[in-house]
């Protein structure tokens, strides 16, 4: 098998198993381009490397997933995401704020604050009548005001989640329970924990309006990607068990969803997916632009697979947009296409821009656009 990309994007075509052991062909591709203000986003002049395996910014259970590998065979929707921070809309010190992104149809908005803590409140406690002074405890918890701030990283260590309190065991080398649904939060705190417990950071990022009480395990809320073992992928994975183990392995389980692909937020997967020329739009979310408007290139993708005894095209689908904006306006767009090749001997992949015969939205008929 030949790949021959006509694109000045990175890409690659390997083949999978499906869940009935049949060989399917992925061909994925990766796109860098610059967020143009109002306008139709550009070519970045250097394009990111095809991404071989989830990147993190260290330990992969104690940092945030930065980028998704390319090698991911197949999402039932787009993933929408952002790294970057959260600016005050006056760029001037504030308590609290929202930031919003929406692109096509798909919207989240979430309220920022700067840092705040739970304060523990102490009280004394009879401790019996050996005891030489009263046992201090802690018997609630106060949320302190949150501090001025002109930015707040929009990062799931900023969100509801992380380390339960009081479980794990160091002498037995047994890790600490976390919040599957974040395990990079903040803000988990009891009453069982010592009375010299300093203030623990609360969440800075919550649902628009959303009260805090220590009592209470909100759902964490962010804008970033999720990884693999967390909840909200987790869930699709499928049954592990023994017959697994005797009738299918090392294929995927039978009730394995492919949404366990999806790498973004739950409430920033556009299914169907983008067709990719979405006007977007970000709040709050660019350090220069209070509002940051744009719109998808509108770009179409296909891929042509020939050989002796076939001739067909596949036209590849929109399966991801991250707003990177830490340092610069990078926006990442991720396309793929899958697609039957049970024998890859002597086939030859053209990857190129098409231009569409009819409006269907797979197996298109499709034609080499001259542009």
Same mark, same amino acid.
């Given at each position: 098998?030949?790949?021959?990309?006509?694109?000045?994007?990175?890409?690659?075509?390997?083949?999978?198993?499906?869940?009935?052991?049949?060989?399917?062909?992925?061909?994925?591709?990766?796109? $860098?381009?610059?967020? /143009?203000?109002?306008?139709?986003?550009?070519?970045?002049?250097?394009?990111?490397?095809?991404?071989?395996?989830?990147?993190?910014?260290?330990?992969?259970?104690?940092?945030?997933?930065?980028?998704?590998?390319?090698?991911?065979?197949?999402?039932?929707?787009?993933?929408?995401?952002f790294?970057?921070?959260?600016?005050?809309?006056?760029?001037?010190?504030?308590?609290?704020?929202?930031?919003?992104i929406?692109?096509g149809?798909?919207?989240?908005? /979430?309220?920022?604050?700067?840092?705040?803590?739970?304060?523990?409140?102490?009280?004394?406690?009879?401790?019996?009548?050996?005891?030489?002074?009263?046992?201090?405890?802690?018997?609630?918890?106060?949320?302190?005001?949150?501090?001025?701030?002109?930015?707040?990283? /929009?990062?799931?260590?900023?969100?509801?989640?992380?380390?339960?309190?009081?479980?794990?065991?160091?002498?037995?080398?047994?890790?600490?329970? /976390?919040?599957?649904?974040?395990p990079?939060?903040?803000?988990?705190?009891?009453?069982?924990?010592?009375?010299?417990?300093?203030?623990?950071?609360a969440?800075?990022?919550?649902?628009?309006?959303?009260?805090?009480?220590?009592?209470?395990?909100?759902e964490?809320?962010?804008?970033?990607?999720?990884?693999?073992?967390?909840?909200?992928?987790?869930?699709?994975?499928?049954?592990?068990?023994?017959?697994?183990?005797?009738?299918?392995?090392?294929?995927?389980?039978?009730?394995?969803?492919?949404?366990?692909?999806?790498?973004?937020?739950?409430?920033?997967?556009?299914?169907?997916?983008?067709?990719?020329?979405?006007?977007?739009?970000?709040?709050?979310?660019?350090?220069?632009?209070?509002?940051?408007?744009?719109?998808?290139?509108?770009?179409?993708l296909?891929?042509?697979?020939?050989r002796a005894?076939?001739?067909?095209?596949y036209?590849?689908?929109?399966?991801?947009?991250?707003?990177?904006?830490?340092?610069?306006?990078?926006?990442?767009?991720?396309?793929?296409?899958?697609?039957?090749?049970?024998?890859?001997?002597? $086939?030859?992949?053209?990857?190129?821009?098409?231009?569409?015969?009819?409006?269907?939205?797979?197996?298109?008929?499709?034609?080499?656009?001259?542009?």
């Amino acid at each position: 098998m030949e790949l021959d990309n006509r694109l000045p994007f990175p890409a690659m075509a390997f083949r999978q198993f499906d869940t009935e052991g049949d060989l399917d062909c992925i061909v994925s591709v990766r796109g $860098t381009f610059n967020h /143009v203000q109002d306008g139709i986003m550009e070519i970045a002049r250097e394009q990111e490397s095809f991404q071989w395996e989830d990147a993190y910014e260290d330990d992969p259970h104690q940092t945030v997933l930065l980028r998704q590998s390319d090698l991911t065979p197949d999402k039932p929707g787009t993933d929408i995401s952002f790294l970057g921070d959260a600016w005050s809309p006056l760029r001037e010190p504030e308590t609290s704020w929202q930031a919003s992104i929406c692109v096509g149809n798909v919207s989240k908005e /979430v309220e920022v604050c700067g840092p705040r803590f739970w304060q523990p409140v102490i009280k004394e406690k009879w401790a019996g009548f050996s005891a030489k002074e009263p046992k201090r405890v802690i018997s609630d918890w106060t949320l302190t005001e949150p501090e001025p701030t002109c930015k707040v990283p /929009v990062c799931w260590t900023k969100a509801y989640g992380g380390v339960i309190p009081g479980t794990g065991d160091a002498e037995t080398h047994t890790p600490p329970d /976390v919040e599957r649904r974040n395990p990079l939060g903040c803000g988990i705190v009891t009453l069982d924990m010592p009375a010299g417990t300093p203030p623990v950071r609360a969440p800075q990022i919550t649902s628009v309006g959303e009260r805090l009480d220590w009592k209470e395990t909100p759902e964490p809320q962010g804008l970033g990607l999720v990884s693999p073992w967390w909840q909200s992928r987790q869930q699709y994975t499928g049954t592990y068990d023994d017959a697994w183990v005797e009738k299918r392995h090392p294929l995927l389980p039978q009730d394995f969803d492919n949404r366990f692909w999806q790498a973004a937020h739950p409430d920033l997967i556009a299914a169907p997916h983008l067709h990719g020329d979405e006007g977007y739009e970000l709040r709050n979310l660019h350090p220069e632009h209070p509002v940051a408007r744009g719109q998808l290139p509108g770009l179409t993708l296909g891929v042509h697979c020939q050989r002796a005894d076939r001739d067909a095209w596949y036209v590849l689908k929109i399966d991801g947009v991250q707003f990177d904006w830490r340092n610069d306006g990078r926006v990442l767009l991720t396309w793929r296409a899958r697609f039957p090749l049970a024998d890859a001997d002597g $086939t030859t992949l053209t990857l190129t821009r098409v231009r569409l015969k009819s409006p269907e939205s797979e197996n298109h008929h499709a034609e080499k656009e001259t542009a």
